[in-house]
């Protein structure tokens, strides 16, 4: 059966929240605030070379962040003399192509080589982070910069022209390898990806050019200022998860912001012309989150207790060098089955695992605790059920089969902190003292907010968001309370339920879309 994949994209004030739904069920779950830069993934910086580690061959460097980042020797990549070379003589007095394609690529860097060698306390080099800051290590970085399109990577100051393994027809890598070294000017390489397969020239000519535009503007800014900046970031979370994500199966993307919805059809004309239509803009009063149920999946997914089914549940715990998921069968019958029992529970548990780990964006290692089975047969086929459903996990990881102990390791690829969401609320009502004022004279207090606002400030129209159980006592009944007090004001007031709302949590805002407080 086909799977449905949605991806739905939620963006307000603070951040943007993306989440990705197959069959209806929450997959994976994006955060990126839109207020300020944070260093993410695949952002290029000019940096300053602080302090060098030559027992570790390694460097720290400042890119502006408070902890330092750091740099592997191997990490800077084969000609990272030729990115040296052009950060020194590029200046605004010069030709900048020019200065760019006189450079020579090579001799390469060697494989032994030393760090203090290469890199000296002061000098500024463009470098691009590979991990985010996780706990109290800085970032990650490596020499070897790289762009990446939904198509092709492009590499500058490289030479080669590589296709993906899984490209398998000959004259397809032929053609495209063809296609693509025509089209690089002097001084680039590029990796073919596997969606290249099959696409025209047009596309990918497209995709280069403003891959290579991209690296080209910010060329100004080296060489008007040598100090600590940000070159440029991927593309904003959106885009990037798009890069990554989009294939033929996807059905529909949704978003609720109209600048954002224009940035992700543009993307996707660009990568991928015939898909343009699945983009679709949402313009629903409910929120879009609580529209789609992610609220609630999110809610009950990311907390320390997982229920999977049939009463069967995981405790989820997490410590500074692992994590650890323990199984457990919960209230389910025993019956004579044990055995298969328990191989069943563990196959749920395995799935939820899978999607969990996607979910929460858990990385290094993980340790799973299993219930314990007798039979070897079903711990291999345990083993393989797990590999099956890590399949379409885009980090790289590594499953090892079922120790004596019943215990199943797996390493994820860690390049950014797992996504941590408390689900347990402090009740706005008490502020955790345990007693609220009696739920009987909510109305009045919302009665009072409203009768200062109308004969105050002159505020006719009103929006009121409630959580779904205060909005229905208000909205009950022809004669309800909602409507008593339209009549008594001479006010509009439209009620909005939010999913998200506690239970006598209530905001009230203006026509404009203004909180009042």
């Not at 596309?203 to 535009?213: G, H, N, P, R």
Request: glycine letters at 4%; hydrophobic letters at 40%.
């Amino acid at each position: 059966m086909e799977s449905v994949k949605d991806l739905i994209v939620d963006v307000n004030s603070t951040e943007i929240s993306i989440a990705l739904l197959e069959n209806h069920r929450l997959i994976e779950l994006n955060k990126e605030s839109s207020q300020g830069h944070s260093f993410s993934v695949g952002d290029v910086y000019l940096g300053k070379v602080k302090k060098l580690l030559p027992a570790l061959n390694a460097a720290f460097v400042d890119i502006g962040d408070e902890k330092e980042a750091f740099v592997h020797y191997l990490d800077l990549g084969l000609y990272f003399n030729a990115f040296d070379e052009f950060v020194r003589k590029i200046n605004p007095n010069t030709d900048h192509k020019a200065v760019y394609s006189n450079i020579r690529i090579g001799p390469v860097l060697q494989k032994e080589g030393r760090i203090e060698n290469v890199l000296k306390p002061g000098q500024m080099m463009v470098v691009q982070i590979v991990k985010e800051p996780i706990s109290t290590k800085g970032s990650r970085l490596t020499a070897e910069i790289s762009l990446a399109g939904r198509n092709i990577v492009l590499l500058p100051f490289a030479e080669k022209v590589s296709v993906s393994q899984k490209i398998v027809s000959k004259e397809e890598k032929r053609r495209l390898e063809t296609l693509v070294k025509n089209i690089l000017p002097k001084n680039y390489g590029a990796i073919i990806r596997t969606a290249a397969e099959g696409k025209n020239a047009a596309v990918l000519d497209a995709e280069l050019l403003s891959l290579i535009e991209k690296w080209e503007s910010s060329w100004a800014r080296i060489a008007k200022s040598k100090s600590i900046q940000l070159l440029f970031t991927e593309y904003s979370k959106t885009t990037t998860v798009l890069r990554d994500l989009l294939n033929d199966s996807f059905s529909n993307i949704y978003i609720n912001n109209e600048s954002v919805y224009e940035e992700a059809r543009k993307y996707i004309s660009l990568i991928s012309p015939e898909q343009e239509k699945i983009v679709k803009l949402y313009r629903e009063s409910q929120p879009i989150f609580d529209h789609f149920e992610v609220t609630r999946q999110i809610k009950s997914a990311f907390g320390k207790v997982v229920p999977i089914r049939q009463g069967a549940y995981l405790v989820i715990e997490h410590t500074e060098a692992l994590h650890v998921i323990d199984v457990n069968s919960g209230t389910r019958a025993k019956n004579k089955e044990q055995e298969q029992n328990t191989f069943d529970v563990n196959c749920f548990a395995a799935e939820e695992i899978a999607r969990q780990l996607r979910l929460r964006d858990m990385g290094g290692i993980v340790i799973v605790d299993f219930i314990d089975m007798e039979s070897s047969e079903h711990r291999n086929l345990l083993f393989k059920k797990m590999q099956e459903l890590m399949q379409n996990d885009r980090a790289k990881h590594n499953v090892l089969p079922l120790t004596k102990f019943g215990l199943m390791q797996i390493t994820r690829q860690r390049v950014r902190p797992a996504t941590e969401i408390n689900t347990t609320e402090v009740c706005p009502t008490c502020h955790g003292t345990g007693k609220i004022a009696s739920s009987l004279l909510i109305d009045e207090a919302i009665e009072r907010k409203l009768a200062y606002y109308v004969s105050e400030k002159g505020i006719r129209s009103f929006t009121l968001k409630t959580g779904p159980i205060l909005g229905a006592y208000l909205s009950r009944g022809i004669f309800s309370i909602l409507s008593k007090w339209k009549r008594k004001y001479k006010c509009k007031i439209k009620p909005v339920e939010i999913s998200d709302f506690m239970v006598l949590q209530n905001e009230l805002y203006d026509d404009e879309g203004n909180k009042l407080e």
